[in-house]
């Protein structure tokens, strides 16, 4: 089955600094992506999402980017702040629905400080 | 509008109880997960409904966890008889349609002693 390797584990930063999260999967039939972010004490909120069709994606302060040859993607949040903190997951699927299932990296502990 | 509500936000259980943790989907929503979080294996999808109908139901977690959708806009998640391994969070999420866009409860922390 699908496959995904999420890193780094950690990560600090200072704020105004970028942070990369990189993830990388399987299986080259996966076309759906996405990423959450989880805050302490709190579920997990979806942030982006893109389809297989789409290289880059930019919304708020974050870039989703996805390299199908290498089976890699990527959120890099380009000026974090001290509210960014939190565990950062990437989401892969095959399909949008049915007999499928979201698989999850094991998450990023992102820590910004001032 | 309403997110995914969860209750109890905890619960605390002797080994071998029978405890059962609530979801409310956001309304609307056709599809609801169930998944236990740990840190160790992450997250693990327990049990996935379709319009109300069982479309995956977790394959290792079958003999002792059981989810029901009684209807629409109400789940419950069994787990009988508890163990200390069960020692997770519990998040329930839903989504209108789209798998890959799902939205999270705040999740039931069960501690069993």
């Known amino acids: 089955g699908e496959q995904v390797e999420q890193r780094p584990p950690h990560l600090s930063v200072r704020e105004g600094d970028s942070a990369i999260i990189i993830c990388t999967y399987t299986?080259?039939?996966?076309?759906?992506f996405s990423w959450y972010k989880q805050e302490a004490g709190a579920g997990l909120q979806l942030l982006m999402s893109?389809?297989?069709?789409?290289d880059r994606k930019e919304e708020q302060g974050l870039t989703v980017l996805l390299n199908k040859k290498d089976k890699r993607l990527s959120l890099n949040l380009t000026a974090a702040h001290p509210g960014d903190s939190a565990v950062y997951f990437c989401?892969?699927?095959?399909?949008?629905?049915?007999?499928?299932?979201?698989?999850f990296g094991k998450g990023t502990v992102l820590l910004v400080s001032p | 509008d309403a997110g995914v509500t969860q209750t109890p936000r905890h619960e605390v259980a002797e080994k071998g109880q029978t405890i059962i943790l609530k979801c409310e989907p956001v309304?609307?929503?056709?599809?609801l997960f169930w998944y236990r979080q740990t840190k160790i294996q992450g997250l693990e999808l327990l049990s996935y409904?379709?319009?109300?109908?069982?479309?995956?139901d977790g394959g290792a977690f079958k003999d002792r966890f059981k989810a029901e959708m009684l209807n629409s806009s109400f789940s419950t998640l069994k787990i009988q008889p508890t163990e200390p391994k069960d020692s997770a969070v519990y998040l329930c999420?839903?989504?209108?349609?789209?798998?890959?866009?799902?939205?999270f409860g705040p999740g039931t922390r069960l501690t069993v002693l």
């Open positions: 999420a839903s989504t209108p349609g789209h798998l890959y866009e799902q939205y």
């Open positions: 299986d080259s039939a996966t076309a759906y």
């Open positions: 893109v389809l297989s069709n789409v």
């Open positions: 989401a892969v699927s095959l399909h949008d629905s049915g007999y499928n299932k979201l698989t």
């Open positions: 309304s609307g929503h056709n599809d």
């Open positions: 409904f379709r319009s109300k109908s069982l479309m995956e």
